[in-house]
């Protein structure tokens, strides 16, 4: 009887974590949608271009997202940096945030299947949900006005909002529940922090001082790479 009710638990816990990513998956696509609507100027091209533009940029990404690395003076090793926004943002740039959101998550898929998952999927969508926070405002407020100096503000408000969501999420949602599903308690995971910096004493101080930073570094630094590749890369990539 015992054995049933774990099993029962195991079940009804991955169960409300699918339905939970579904619906923030359907949500984040829904979101890009209505901001598209309203949007002017956006490139007309056909189903097919589309298509192939998000594959190619899903493909890219999937790579530069396998390439991830730890910063292990700054966070545990199953928090890792990677550049697989850089080519959902020129995607997203290109076609806009339903793309760069449909973008996103074939990159996921394509991880998945190149390499599966190594935190009981909850860092894989992470990553689609953080990610996202990033891009889809930095996408958003640079279809308003196509310009180098609204291309700086959207990275700037993507950024702000990366880091902002990211941590939030973590400490609400995403910790807790790989806390949970991978059977690592919260406390070992704080101690992981402190055993890098030794004001990490908490779950609040290990998103502050370990989560937020590293957010801020991959905002940042995808962000300057789009400033200096998109206009020398769109013409080759997307036919500009």
């Known amino acids: 009887m015992g054995q049933l009710q774990q099993l029962w638990q195991s079940f009804t816990q991955n169960l409300s974590f699918v339905l939970v990513c579904a619906g923030i998956i359907a949500g984040l696509y829904l979101l890009a949608k209505l901001c598209e609507r309203k949007l002017s100027g956006m490139h007309r091209i056909s189903a097919t271009r589309r298509m ?34 850089l080519p959902v ?27 599966g998952t190594t935190t009981v999927f909850v860092g894989d969508f992470a990553n689609f949900a953080v990610g996202c926070s990033l891009v889809l405002p930095a996408v958003t407020v640079y279809h308003l006005k196509k310009t180098r100096s609204f291309a700086i503000l959207g990275l700037a408000v993507g950024t702000a909002v990366l880091s902002v969501f990211g941590s939030a999420f973590n400490a609400i949602y995403l910790l807790p529940k790989f806390s949970q599903l991978f059977g690592l308690p919260l406390d070992s995971i704080i101690a992981m922090g402190n055993a890098i910096n ?24 995808v962000s300057l790479l789009t400033l200096l590749l998109y206009k020398r890369i769109a013409r080759p990539l997307f036919g500009k």
Do not use: W
Not at 57 to 74: E, K, R, T, Y
Not at 198 to 221: D, E, M, T
């Open 52 to 85: 192939t533009i998000i594959a190619i940029c899903g493909a890219l990404a999937a790579v530069l997202h396998i390439l991830d690395f730890p910063l292990l003076f700054l966070a545990p090793e199953f928090y890792k940096l990677d550049f697989s926004e």
């Open 89 to 115: 943002m020129l995607c997203g740039f290109f076609l806009g945030p339903s793309a760069a959101v449909a973008c996103q998550g074939l990159k996921i898929l394509l991880k998945l299947l190149l390499k």
């Open 198 to 221: 030794g004001n990490i004493r908490s779950l609040s101080g290990f998103v502050l001082l370990a989560v937020a930073p590293l957010n801020l570094i991959k905002g940042l630094s």
